[in-house]
């Protein structure tokens, strides 16, 4: 079966776009707080605080929608070579619990002891794997009824949980300083650090051994956002399938895209639940859902149907491995910013001023990632699992 550009283009962007949080961009815009152009290019670099979607925040989604789409591909090209469902279902498992302990490892980086957390990229889409590997054996009205039941469980985990009352001591609860995105009324079962995910997590991820008692994370996250994030990879699953058969696939990627979009702002001021990535929200699923399904529309008909792909080389190189620049990216950061430091000195980070002292080391650390998976591809090296 001919391998779709398309897939491992969307792939390399994204991991692209992971790769320049190197830069940290979003802390050299604040240095620039009248520059408009500086502002933009921040809040498109960081996630926003709790409700809305940046650019930044779509690079989570596209990973669990790709994973779904690229399912498959797989199940297809490994049922082609004769292997049995009981094989690739062995498979399937090891793959999952892969990615759910190489996401721990990778949220213990730094750590004196392993990090025992569940909300990290590798490890949420780990979490749903075999759920939408069965899936991928199935028709669409069974995948839809999937997609809409994982949906209705979330919210309803969230709704039938008590609205909680403002912490005493916020900062003792992971509550970001000035922190000022709370809702109230119905929306205050989805408020930081004080809804049902949260609550789940507090009693979870307490019964592993950590230095000090979890209260909370930072950025307001939850362990159960594996449970809408199957939805979004079921999304990816069905976006695979019209790939696949190549039957009116743009046409049908670009609908379902704009019908996702508007059903997203329609949950959101219909009053049934606010567009927040960090808690993986059912308008979340559909807003991030049909930005997936309009950015594969776009690159399958320009890359597969129209066949540009020049411009794509390297995007493709790195989506074609984009497992090894997702662990180069969180495992060598910080050790070479400091390489860097130490061999071309502080004149050479304050060349373009200290505003600019990340980008300075962010580059080059981007190129060196970029330039050995580069090396992998041309020694047809690719880290799978």
Not at 94 to 120: K, P, V
Not at 293 to 301: E, G, I, K, T
Not at 302 to 322: C, E, P, Y
Request: some cysteine; proline content about 4%; glycine content about 8%.
């Amino acid at each position: 079966m001919q391998r779709l550009a398309s897939l491992d283009v969307y792939r390399g962007i994204i991991m692209f776009l992971l790769g320049l949080r190197l830069l940290e961009l979003d802390e050299v815009a604040q240095h620039f707080p009248h520059s408009a152009i500086w502002q933009f290019i921040g809040f498109h670099s960081s996630h926003v605080p709790w409700v809305g979607c940046s650019l930044n925040d779509l690079i989570h989604p596209s990973f669990a929608f790709l994973t779904g789409a690229s399912l498959v591909f797989s199940v297809s090209s490994r049922t082609s070579k004769g292997d049995s469902k009981l094989k690739m279902t062995l498979h399937a498992l090891w793959r999952s619990f892969a990615l759910i302990f190489l996401g721990i490892f990778l949220r213990s980086q730094t750590r004196d002891m392993t990090n025992w957390t569940f909300e990290e990229t590798l490890t949420q889409t780990g979490l749903g794997y075999m759920v939408v590997f069965a899936l991928a054996f199935t028709g669409s009205k069974l995948r839809w009824s999937y997609f809409a039941g994982f949906l209705v469980l979330h919210w309803l985990i969230y709704v039938l949980h008590p609205v909680m009352p403002p912490h005493a001591s916020p900062a003792d609860w992971n509550i970001p300083e000035g922190w000022n995105h709370d809702f109230e009324g119905f929306y205050a079962h989805w408020n930081h650090n004080r809804n049902a995910g949260w609550d789940f997590d507090v009693w979870l991820l307490n019964l592993f051994p950590r230095p000090n008692p979890y209260v909370g994370y930072l950025g307001g996250y939850a362990t159960i956002n594996f449970i809408p994030t199957i939805s979004t990879m079921i999304l990816g699953l069905i976006a695979g399938t019209w790939l696949k058969s190549r039957d009116q696939a743009s046409k049908r990627l670009t609908v379902a895209g704009l019908i996702c979009l508007p059903v997203s702002l329609a949950m959101h001021f219909g009053g049934v639940c606010p567009i927040v990535k960090h808690l993986w929200t059912p308008s979340w699923v559909f807003w991030s859902g049909g930005c997936c399904f309009l950015v594969l529309a776009a690159l399958y008909q320009l890359v597969d149907v129209k066949q540009h792909r020049r411009w794509a080389w390297i995007f493709i190189v790195i989506g074609m491995n984009s497992l090894a620049f997702y662990v180069m990216r969180h495992t060598l950061d910080l050790w070479l910013a400091e390489t860097l430091e130490i061999h071309l000195g502080q004149r050479y980070l304050q060349l373009l001023g200290p505003e600019m002292e990340t980008i300075m080391t962010g580059v080059p650390s981007l190129l060196l990632i970029i330039l050995v998976i580069v090396w992998m591809d041309r020694r047809k090296l690719y880290l799978r699992l």
